[in-house]
């Protein structure tokens, strides 16, 4: 609550207290920042392996994968 706040800084030596929980909580935002961008980075490499890979899949003829499925049962 605001009040809350008032009286946390609100006395001697409250201006430098608001100062260093100002610096946490940029310190806190840049590392979430910094995780998500990773995500976001991983999550782009996963979709264009995954498209790459439908891709592959679908320039395999359908003869042609009979003859890998047949290679691969054993006929």
């Known amino acids: 609550m605001p ?3 008032y ?3 609100d006395c001697a030596g409250g201006f430098h207290k608001l100062e260093f929980d100002l610096a ?8 979430i920042n910094e995780q998500t ?3 976001k980075q991983s999550s782009n490499k996963a979709k ?3 498209a790459r890979r439908d891709q592959r899949r679908a ?3 359908s003869e042609k994968m ?7 049962v054993g006929e």
């Open 66 to 72: 009979g003859s890998i499925m047949d290679e691969w």
């Open 37 to 39: 961008d990773e995500m």
């Open 7 to 9: 009286d946390k800084y």
């Open 3 to 5: 009040s809350d706040l």
């Open 48 to 50: 264009r392996a995954v």
């Open 24 to 31: 946490i909580a940029s310190e806190i935002a840049e590392r």
């Open 59 to 61: 320039t395999i003829s």
